[in-house]
């Protein structure tokens, strides 16, 4: 689900280096996430909940390559 902004202030984590990172903006109570190679698709909406508990299940290693 997209919600309607018209210019949200995209940030790179301060970890990325080579231009391939995901940006993240604070938007409409909630946060919207994109692939910085490809800014002009749409991006995905998520929650505080949603993104923290993404964040807790990636530190964790839920997400790493078997």
Known sequence: MMHSTEHPAWR????CANGTCVEIAAVDG????R?????????MFFTGEEL??????FVAGEFAPE
């Open 30 to 33: 909630g946060y919207l996430v």
């Open 52 to 57: 923290s508990a993404f964040a807790e299940g």
């Open 12 to 15: 790179k984590g301060s970890k």
């Open 35 to 43: 692939d910085s190679k490809r800014p002009e698709q749409q991006p």
